[in-house]
Structures are given as C-alpha cells and as structure tokens.
T-cell receptor, first 108, second 115 residues
Framework: QKEVEQNSGPLSVPEGAIASLNCTYS??????FFWYRQYSGKSPELIMF????GDKEDGRFTAQLNKASQYVSLLIRDSQPSDSATYLCAVNYQKVTFGTGTKLQVIP | DTAVSQTPKYLVTQMGNDKSIKCEQN?????MYWYKQDSKKFLKIMFS???????INETVPNRFSPKSPDKAHLNLHINSLELGDSAVYFC??????????????FGPGTRLLVL
C-alpha cells in the first residue's frame, strides 16, 4: 500500500472553475500535511501546509484536512491557466513522503 | 540570491563513470535532503542530514554516498553510474525535521542522463 496516494490525472477544469485535488495517506500518526506545486521542468514549491483538522484558506487556495478519514484536499477557486501544473501532496510521519502528484490542466 | 542552488544543472555521462552533484543553501537551515524524481515524476527521498548528521538513509544502492561538510552544503557522489540512475535529482532544505520546521525549499534540480 502506497503511503501517500493521489490520482495522477490529468484533471481538466475550465478557467474560473474550482479545481479539487485529493490525497489520502496511510499513517495515522501523520502530523503535518503539505501541498506543493511543480511546473513542468521546474522544482516543487510550497503552496500551503496544514496541521489541524478543518479548512485553511490562503487567497484562492483552501486546504482541507480530515485526520479521521486520513484525507487531505486542496481546492483552487477561480482556476487560471497559470495554475496548470502538477500538485504534490506531502505528509510528514517520521519523514516527509510525497505522493505521485496530480496533473491539473486549466482550459482557457 | 538563490536560496538553494545545485551544480551542475545538467549532467550527461557514460555508464560506469563516477560523478558528484553539489548543493548549497543560504537560508540558514539545519536540515538538507536529496530526492530523486524519476520519469513518472515520483519524488522519492534518498537522504537527509540535520546539522551535518545523517538522519534519513532510505534504501538506495550504496553507490550513492552523501556528504555534508557543513550544514549549508550537502553533496551527492554516485559511483559506477547505471542507466537506471537517469533522473532529476533535487536538493532541498528546511529549518529542521520537526513539525513547524519541515517546509522544504527545493533547488532547481540536476538532470542526470546516463548513456
């Protein structure tokens, strides 16, 4: 069983729509959860982190964490073509483990 | 000012050669990492050092040897390169390994191609 699972996509959404990216993890003791964005040919960069159950908002981005269901998601409101990238979920349980990423395509 | 830098950016070499990749961070962080990202984009941790001490040593061939001369530098030496070593290698750093410190800042990557 993979430790951090994501749908590889691609997830296609029209410009202006809400993109919803999901991630599940296997270690119940996981404490910290991260979303990184990686443009093609570039390095990952942090978008958000979340530690507590519930929602955390930052601009157009909202991270949602449900530890009981071992599930973390990222919502992107008013999606823009510049949001087209691969989104990596990362979970810290003794070490940070990355998911395989979901490729998001925002269609103009 | 580049926060996390790696050299070289590109590395093309023959099977069997030995090569090194260097990484430096000027963020004042205590923890540094090496990751391998394969063609399927899976980012897998290889090693992590905290204040020059090895704290994560994943199952990688012992042809890969990290070295941290000080907490701002983490180098990766690879002996007897194989075709399967072709990948992008990312260096990263964080304030520390503990919760609240573990946000990672990545270097630009080194694209290694073994022929």
């Amino acid at each position: 069983q993979k430790e951090v699972e994501q749908n590889s996509g691609p997830l296609s959404v029209p410009e202006g729509a809400i993109a919803s990216l999901n991630c599940t993890y296997s270690d119940r003791g996981s404490q910290s959860f991260f979303w990184y964005r990686q443009y093609s040919g570039k390095s990952p960069e942090l978008i958000m982190f979340i530690y507590s159950n519930g929602d955390k908002e930052d601009g157009r981005f909202t991270a949602q964490l449900n530890k009981a269901s071992q599930y973390v998601s990222l919502l992107i409101r008013d999606s823009q073509p510049s949001d087209s990238a691969t989104y990596l979920c990362a979970v810290n349980y003794q070490k940070v483990t990355f998911g395989t990423g979901t490729k998001l395509q925002v269609i103009p | 000012d580049t926060a996390v830098s790696q050299t070289p950016k590109y590395l093309v070499t023959q099977m069997g050669n030995d090569k090194s990749i260097k990484c430096e961070q000027n963020l004042g962080h205590d923890t540094m990492y090496w990751y391998k990202q394969d063609s399927k984009k899976f980012l897998k941790i290889m090693f992590s050092y905290n204040n020059k001490e090895l704290i994560i040593n994943e199952t990688v061939p012992n042809r890969f040897s990290p070295k941290s001369p000080d907490k701002a530098h983490l180098n990766l030496h690879i002996n007897s390169l194989e075709l399967g070593d072709s990948a992008v290698y990312f260096c990263a750093s964080s304030q520390g390994p503990s919760q609240g410190q573990e946000t990672q800042y990545f270097g630009p990557g080194t694209r290694l191609l073994v022929l």
